[in-house]
């Protein structure tokens, strides 16, 4: 796994999605992270220092998987330049077929429509 900088990160995701149009898939993990071990963080939170948390964005086709960690500050532009990518490769996706409502509430209607006794 190779930690790249978010830039090189984005073109290689790019190139992931493309190679993976006809056949295959890409998966993208995000994790909250430190990037430090358990004793480094118990060591800081006994001395009262504050944890800064990164995002840990992980990119695998299968064969071959990047990585990047973006902070706080680049969070905005990672996250639109990580958007438009999405919308620009998301057209292989099927659309769903959605059932038309009205069609199925008066469906309801007319299957259930035997009606109760009454009680006294």
């Given at each position: 796994m190779v930690l790249l900088q978010?830039?090189?990160?984005?073109?290689?995701?790019?190139?992931m999605f493309e190679h993976s149009t006809?056949?295959?898939?890409v998966w993208v993990t995000l994790k909250r992270s430190s990037l430090k071990s358990k004793v480094q963080k118990n060591?800081?939170?006994t001395a009262g220092d504050a944890i800064e948390?990164?995002?840990?964005i992980r990119a695998t086709?299968?064969?071959?998987?990047?990585?990047?960690s973006v902070g706080a500050k680049d969070h905005q532009r990672f996250?639109?330049?990580?958007?438009?990518?999405?919308k620009a490769h998301m057209t292989a996706l099927k659309k769903r077929e959605r059932?038309?409502?009205?069609k199925g509430a008066e469906g309801v209607k007319k299957e259930g429509g035997v009606k109760k006794p009454n009680r006294v």
């Open positions: 978010l830039d090189p990160f984005l073109n290689e995701l790019t190139s006809e056949k295959g898939s060591k800081m939170t948390y990164r995002c840990l086709d299968g064969k071959k998987t990047i990585s990047t996250q639109a330049s990580y958007a438009t990518i999405l059932k038309d409502k009205k």
